[in-house]
């Protein structure tokens, strides 16, 4: 007798492929990407099969491959290093974002902000989207550049504070504490906090954070998982001993960003 194949929830999905669920509805939805089954209370079930699509899907899209292009490819079952695929190193939607932010058009930078984010992964989105949109910005003449420059930034960073925030209300993984030192609000923490939430945890963030060593006198493990530390850039020898003895006393997971990673002794 044949043993039933493994189906699996939107959430493990999405925690096997890094993929948001919104990202996977819109992938249903909006392009019929992926078809899951349905449990009789309407929920989404995967099969491996889907996995395995979905993981095609994300290939794809490293490649430069826009989502809307992806589901021919598929059906055409055209495969991964075909030179004939267009490519391109960063989203159709650059352009698009671009024109709005040279007339500060908040609602239509708005709208999409909040439509990529939502299609692609984060790895593409930071890749493709972000870094393409700031580097062409730089080229801007000053007295523009530092207009497109904030209100890009800050819908931005609002957009990803939603998505940790909505992500907050169905993470599974446990209670993290992103500890940022970090003066201000800023795309990249935003963008690492949102990763993590992806991930199943629970995030509370705090920023301009210059003196950790206070974490040592709470009983961390009591309230949180996990902690992280986050830093654009190299912290002095100070902050990092104080790093050092958080990691030795505290009993839960800690992560440290590229950076400190890099960094540490």
């Not at 493994?6 to 999905?13: F, G």
């Amino acid at each position: 007798m044949g043993c039933d194949k493994k189906l699996y929830a939107i959430r493990e999905v999405s925690e096997i492929t890094g993929v948001k669920p919104v990202t996977l509805r819109a992938w249903q939805r909006r392009y019929n990407l992926i078809q899951p089954q349905r449990t009789d209370k309407g929920h989404r079930l995967y099969r491996e099969e889907d996995i395995e699509r979905i993981k095609v899907i994300q290939s794809w899209l490293s490649k430069g491959v826009s989502i809307g292009k992806v589901k021919s490819l598929l059906e055409t079952e055209t495969t991964l290093d075909d030179t004939q695929v267009t490519q391109s190193e960063q989203l159709e939607d650059v352009d698009v974002i671009l024109e709005a932010l040279s007339s500060l058009r908040r609602s239509k930078v708005e709208s999409i902000i909040n439509t990529v984010l939502k299609e692609y992964p984060l790895d593409v989105v930071e890749q493709q989207f972000i870094q393409p949109v700031f580097k062409a910005i730089s080229l801007v003449k000053r007295n523009q550049r530092i207009l497109q420059d904030s209100l890009f930034k800050s819908l931005l960073i609002a957009r990803l504070e939603s998505i940790i925030e909505s992500e907050n209300k169905a993470a599974r993984a446990g209670k993290c504490l992103l500890v940022s030192y970090t003066h201000n609000r800023d795309v990249a923490s935003r963008l690492w906090a949102a990763q993590l939430s992806q991930n199943g945890w629970h995030i509370t963030l705090m920023d301009d954070v210059e003196d950790v060593s206070g974490l040592n006198d709470l009983d961390l493990s009591a309230i949180y998982n996990s902690v992280a530390f986050y830093s654009p850039k190299p912290v002095t020898e100070a902050q990092k001993l104080a790093i050092e003895q958080l990691t030795e006393s505290y009993s839960g997971q800690v992560t440290l960003s590229e950076v400190l990673e890099l960094t540490r002794s």
